[in-house]
């Protein structure tokens, strides 16, 4: 089992930075590779970035790369989305999740969730 907890949502301008973490607990092996969803109201759950446990590769997509980072740091088990120039569209449910699958981009290939936190960019 792996626990995963977010924090560090909140409300914020559009231009305006957030600073997401994901505490990480219980069975984390270096083959695991830590993911950030997000979902809007009405939308689907959609991938933003990934980092791989053991060596940080990362994986971001197309509509927040230049803008958001991921990343970790294994001594304190947590993983990091800093989000830069914020967009009204980025307001949304931001999760954390955990897979030990080798495709990163998909919602259904992971295995543990943490509960979500809200992002609001007002403009």
């Known amino acids: 089992q792996v626990q995963l907890v977010e924090s560090g949502g909140g409300l914020v301008q559009a231009g305006g930075s957030l600073r997401l973490s994901c505490a990480v607990s219980g069975r984390v092996f270096n083959a695991h590779a830590m993911g950030w969803f997000r979902q809007a109201p009405g939308g689907e759950r959609e991938f933003v970035a990934a980092?791989?446990?053991?060596?940080?590769?990362?994986h971001t997509a197309d509509s927040v790369k230049g803008r958001f980072t991921i990343s970790r740091d294994r001594a304190k088990n947590t993983v990091y989305l800093q989000m830069d120039s914020l967009k009204p569209e980025d307001t949304a449910v931001y999760y954390c999740?955990?897979?030990?699958?080798?495709?990163?981009?998909?919602?259904?290939?992971?295995?543990?969730w943490g509960q979500g936190t809200q992002v609001t960019v007002s403009s």
């Open positions: 999740a955990a897979t030990l699958a080798r495709t990163w981009i998909v919602s259904d290939e992971y295995d543990y």
């Open positions: 980092i791989a446990w053991s060596n940080a590769v990362t």
